[in-house]
């Protein structure tokens, strides 16, 4: 079995641009701050970036990266305290490792528009969290008219940090989802 010992991915010199549609609120938010947290949650990346890869695993296992779609990439194997230039054949699934060992493997990832299930999610990612009326994640609301009119709002704590999966986003995200 392949291990997958780390994983640098650069951040890239640009995001895809704001899909149309925004409400203003929506589209006044850091739209990198938005594809950040869709990039976390998917495989796919739609701008260039490199990302370095070191696997460990045997000859002829096969590896696959887990980003796409790669645009390029170089392989080099430790031996005796360097690193070596090697070439990773394709196997059956993803690369082919040639021999025993630790590998490095500097890919060039990302092109392609996002598609629009990804677009989709953006949208409803942004308008949740720029919901204007503070009602986002919200588990109890009461309103009291006795005597003055009152309003009270409780919501869990953790209800940004679950802001892809309340928002509905997650869903339109789930043939892209990365597994790690």
Request: glycine share 6%; hydrophobic share 40%; proline share 7%.
């Amino acid at each position: 079995m392949t291990d997958l010992l780390q994983e640098i991915e650069a951040t890239p010199a640009s995001y895809p641009a704001t899909p149309s549609g925004l409400s203003t609120p929506a589209a006044v938010l850091d739209a990198e701050m938005i594809w950040e947290r869709i990039e976390a949650y998917t495989r796919t990346r739609y701008t260039a970036r490199e990302v370095v890869w070191t696997v460990e695993g045997c000859e002829d296992e096969s590896w696959t990266p887990p980003l796409a779609p790669l645009a390029s990439q170089e392989a080099e194997k430790w031996e005796s305290g360097a690193w070596v230039s090697v070439t990773l054949p394709d196997g059956h699934v993803g690369f082919c490792l040639p021999s025993d060992g630790v590998f490095k493997v500097t890919a060039q990832v990302g092109a392609g528009d996002p598609p629009k299930a990804v677009s989709e999610a953006f949208r409803r990612l942004a308008e949740y969290m720029a919901d204007d009326t503070d009602r986002a994640g919200v588990s109890s609301y009461s309103v009291n008219m006795g005597g003055a009119i009152q309003e009270s709002y409780q919501r869990n704590a953790a209800h940004a940090a679950r802001a892809l999966q309340n928002s509905g986003a997650a869903d339109m995200l789930r043939p892209y989802r990365r597994q790690k």
